[in-house]
């Protein structure tokens, strides 16, 4: 059974750089036919999809954090990692990391393999 584990800060200043790590292990991040992703829900809100990257690499993230946001992997150490640059009070949430197949990336609900989140509070 695929396991995924969020590590990074708990707090963060704005205008920071937040980095996250997801470690991975029972399965390979170079498994095909998932999207690595990661996922994101502040306060009273819905799941908001920050981006993923594919078994191959390939990387996509949302439009609307793409100036901001990014999505690498280690293959060797089975973990892929969110940076979020300048971050506000705006992104404080838990995010999650996730694999989930193609079909499913963008749904509102936690299907596939999720991990347990990590509340990242961004205060001065």
């Known amino acids: 059974q695929v396991q995924l584990q969020e590590s990074g800060p708990g707090l963060v200043k704005p205008s920071q750089t937040l980095s996250l790590t997801c470690d991975v292990s029972g399965g390979l991040i170079t498994t095909k036919f998932y999207y690595w992703s990661w996922i994101r829900q502040a306060p009273g809100k819905g799941l908001e999809w920050i981006g993923y990257i594919s078994d191959n690499g390939r990387t996509d993230v949302s439009p609307s954090l793409r100036s901001r946001a990014s999505i690498s992997r280690e293959t060797y150490k089975n973990q892929f990692t969110l940076q979020l640059s300048s971050v506000t009070p705006e992104d404080t949430a838990v995010y999650y990391c996730?694999?989930?197949?193609?079909?499913?990336?963008?749904?509102?609900?936690?299907?596939?393999?999720w991990g347990q989140g990590i509340q990242v509070t961004v205060s001065s």
């Open positions: 996730a694999r989930v197949q193609p079909h499913m990336y963008g749904s509102g609900l936690k299907d596939g393999n």
